[in-house]
């Protein structure tokens, strides 16, 4: 996968029931080609999912090496920590619903936001802002959802 030429699936898409998971594969893919451009893996989000799945990012990217995406979304169920469809649920909404937890991560965050579309200061979401960034349609928010200073 070249991230150069092409943007990697949206954090929401799901695979084995997790969402990033594609994302963060598309990413390790193009890792191992030298085609990542900007993309860094592992990035917090990535860091995230991994200590969720109770995996190290070397092992991820050699699991990706040998598989195809099936292969290594049962490969993260196998090897991963083992949690019910409710955790895993409960976990993706978190991922989802992240916020910047700082004045100075707010601070960055708008200045990505109002460079994609100034307009959408209802966006408050890592994973709306990357949706946004990447061209994807993005839901409009009610502005009292969110907790930015």
Same mark, same amino acid.
């Given at each position: 996968?070249?991230?150069?030429?092409?943007?990697?699936?949206?954090?929401?898409?799901? =695979?084995?029931?997790?969402?990033?998971?594609?994302?963060?594969? #598309?990413?390790?893919?193009?890792?191992?080609? @030298?085609?990542?451009?900007?993309? /860094?893996?592992?990035?917090?989000? *990535?860091?995230?999912?991994?200590?969720? !799945?109770?995996?190290?990012?070397?092992?991820?990217? $050699?699991?990706?090496?040998?598989?195809? *995406?099936? $292969?290594? !979304?049962?490969?993260?169920?196998?090897?991963?920590?083992?949690?019910? @469809?409710?955790?895993?649920?409960?976990?993706?909404?978190?991922?989802?619903?992240?916020?910047? *937890?700082?004045?100075?991560?707010?601070?960055?965050?708008? @200045? /990505?936001?109002?460079?994609? #579309?100034?307009?959408?200061? #209802?966006?408050?979401?890592?994973?709306? =802002?990357?949706?946004?960034?990447?061209?994807?349609?993005?839901?409009?928010?009610?502005?009292?959802?969110?907790?930015?200073?």
């Amino acid at each position: 996968m070249d991230l150069r030429a092409q943007y990697p699936r949206s954090v929401r898409e799901t =695979l084995n029931g997790y969402v990033h998971l594609g994302r963060m594969i #598309d990413k390790c893919r193009a890792v191992l080609a @030298q085609t990542q451009g900007e993309y /860094i893996f592992p990035c917090p989000m *990535d860091s995230q999912l991994l200590e969720f !799945a109770g995996l190290t990012a070397e092992r991820f990217l $050699e699991a990706v090496r040998k598989g195809s *995406d099936a $292969e290594v !979304a049962n490969w993260v169920r196998e090897q991963g920590a083992s949690h019910s @469809q409710e955790e895993i649920g409960e976990w993706n909404r978190r991922l989802l619903t992240r916020e910047p *937890d700082t004045e100075e991560k707010w601070e960055y965050f708008k @200045q /990505i936001r109002d460079a994609s #579309d100034a307009s959408r200061t #209802d966006i408050s979401s890592w994973a709306d =802002l990357l949706d946004l960034e990447e061209g994807r349609e993005v839901p409009r928010r009610s502005a009292q959802a969110s907790v930015q200073p």
